[in-house]
């Protein structure tokens, strides 16, 4: 007999499936306008989550909002949700021109400049906007080699169609459990990892840095990269509009600093990619997932961490 577990999970991947192909038939302002009922659905039905994403926003923005605002920015945030998870289903039958069509640049320049150092780049970004069609963009349109780091899904069969689109618009998925050899090799190769460094997780190893004032668990490995291979970090996220187009926001690029102090070095160079964060963030905070306990992990637990975090150095250290 079939466990409760592969029950549940079949019914979700065979329910998600008949919602693929019922948004393959649609028009996208109609799939559109479902991403944002189920959005507000979720808003009214997920009460934990809306709090939580309420607490955020109150712990870092309260001073300045009313309540009402932090009400209708965190209620917001599952609406974009909606909307953004509706253009990557109907993105699997976009072409890059397509995509491309949706797309308005700012600050592309800064990453022209740290690209053409041929020293690979780590593009920081986070959960803010449309980072999925985000990375796809890069690819298929702008024909920048880019590897993402993706952690794979409970349900390999979920993972397989996000893997499989992504391929499609040419991007190399890297699972987060790859060996630090595989991320080097793409810096050297003067080619861009895509990383997410906006949650806090026990699975990944890091150092507590300042995130919007509050210190921060944060995954420390691609700022281990880039201080080794010397590649710079440019900062920059993809932002939904009004009129559903979307606006590519890119920051001035940066270096992690190499002295003989590699754990300054690291803390700082977090500090700043968590800095750049926050101004994106700033940019529209309702694009930015509040539903995530960001702080979760508590600065009393920072020894282990960085105890993790020298064996990975030295990880990286011996396959250079």
């Known amino acids: 007999m079939a466990s409760a577990k592969k029950i549940k999970n079949d019914i979700i991947y065979y329910l998600i499936r008949g919602l693929l192909a019922v948004f393959d038939l649609l028009p996208r302002n109609i799939a559109l306008m479902l991403g944002r009922f189920f959005g507000e659905l979720a808003a009214i039905i997920d009460v934990n989550e809306r709090k939580l994403a309420e607490t955020n926003l109150r712990n870092v923005y309260g001073d300045k909002w009313s309540d009402l605002k932090i009400k209708l920015v965190a209620r917001e945030c599952f609406v974009k949700l909606g909307l953004n998870a509706a253009d990557v289903i109907l993105s699997r039958r976009w072409t890059g021109k397509e995509l491309g069509e949706l797309i308005d640049v700012e600050g592309y320049e800064h990453f022209e400049n740290a690209y053409a150092e041929g020293k690979g780049i780590v593009g920081l970004t986070g959960h803010i906007g449309n980072f999925e069609l985000f990375a796809a963009w890069f690819s298929s349109v702008r024909k920048i080699p880019l590897s993402v780091i993706g952690r794979e899904l409970y349900d390999k069969r979920l993972d397989d169609l996000i893997v499989e ?55 420390a490995g691609p700022v281990v990269l880039g201080r080794k291979t010397g590649s710079p970090v440019v900062p920059m996220a993809m932002f939904r509009r009004p009129d559903d187009r979307y606006l590519v926001k890119v920051l001035p690029a940066f270096k992690i600093n190499n002295t003989d102090d590699k754990e300054a070095d690291i803390v700082d160079g977090l500090t700043r990619c968590n800095k750049a964060l926050e101004e994106l963030i700033n940019f529209d905070p309702t694009q930015w997932i509040w539903i995530h306990n960001r702080w979760k992990s508590k600065p009393g637990d920072s020894s282990s961490v960085k105890n993790i975090m020298k064996e990975e150095e030295r990880s990286v250290s011996e396959q250079q």
């Open 165 to 219: 689109n992504r391929r499609r618009f040419g991007l190399e998925n890297i699972p987060s459990d790859a060996p630090a050899k595989k991320l080097l090799s793409v810096l050297k190769d003067g080619k861009m990892i895509g990383v997410l460094l906006d949650l806090d997780s026990s699975k990944v190893s890091g150092y507590f840095a300042p995130f919007f004032g509050r210190p921060a668990n944060t995954a």
